[in-house]
């Protein structure tokens, strides 16, 4: 949730569907006279300085224009944040990798970055997005994987037609794979604040199948044994095909 400014901030807290489900029962066999006690014990804690983590292929065409593509390292504190955001790490550190793998050599810069603070306010995000502006860098498209290692079914666009054109031209490319979700939707925390200082920024989301992505998000339960290798890996083929093909293509089009 957010706060409009102006508003006095008020406590807030969110639980499981499964608990709100017991809670309604119990209610509607009392006929709505229970008593709820809910305890909370949050508080903020004073800054501490982090750092986000950035690399690169430089382009041989188009060295000032920069694709980036990234994740948060931060995570809940109640599980490790395999998914949320371990998985999105691997995506986009693996999708550079084999790039460089395959020696290839982009016409845009193509730029990794690993956010810091995507949980408590996206710091990262917002300084990232600052920082390059006032250095006076292009940047034409970012990538984000943020929503789990599962397996691959597509990417969101968020920004203009062009765009969301551009990235279903690749459908026939993608389709045997079952990765042809492409939608204009949502991008990403941590690429959000790019938009607002670049009006003509692509913004991409990597989209993989979402059935068990809350059996594990902010719980217990997201820890690195389950995430699934297969999944992983496939993850991160489909957002390094992505990022080629953007790569080799988007001049087109500009």
Request: aromatic share 10%.
């Amino acid at each position: 949730m957010n706060y409009q400014e102006g508003l006095k901030a008020i406590p807030a807290a969110a639980i499981s569907t499964k608990d709100a489900t017991a809670l309604e029962e119990v209610m509607e066999k009392d006929n709505g006279n229970v008593n709820f006690h809910f305890e909370m014990d949050c508080k903020v804690l004073p800054e501490k300085k982090s750092h986000n983590v950035i690399a690169e292929l430089t382009g041989n065409i188009y060295p000032n224009r920069i694709i980036t593509i990234g994740a948060h390292l931060d995570s809940w504190d109640v599980g490790e944040g395999a998914h949320d955001d371990g998985a999105g790490i691997v995506h986009t550190m693996e999708a550079l990798r084999i790039l460089k793998e395959l020696n290839y050599k982009p016409k845009h810069t193509l730029r990794v970055v690993f956010f810091m603070n995507e949980e408590n306010g996206n710091m990262g995000g917002k300084t990232y997005a600052k920082k390059v502006k006032k250095e006076n860098e292009e940047h034409i498209l970012a990538i984000e994987s943020d929503r789990g290692g599962f397996s691959p079914r597509g990417f969101s666009v968020d920004g203009k037609a062009k765009h969301l054109a551009l990235i279903q031209s690749f459908e026939k490319i993608f389709a045997p794979y079952f990765v042809h979700y492409f939608e204009e939707g949502y991008g990403g925390v941590d690429i959000g604040p790019l938009k607002k200082e670049y009006k003509d920024i692509g913004l991409i989301g990597f989209v993989p199948d979402s059935q068990r992505y809350f059996d594990f998000h902010h719980n217990a339960n997201d820890v690195f044994e389950n995430v699934n290798k297969r999944e992983l890996h496939l993850g991160a083929a489909a957002i390094s095909s992505l990022v080629y093909l953007l790569d080799k293509y988007y001049s087109e089009v500009n």
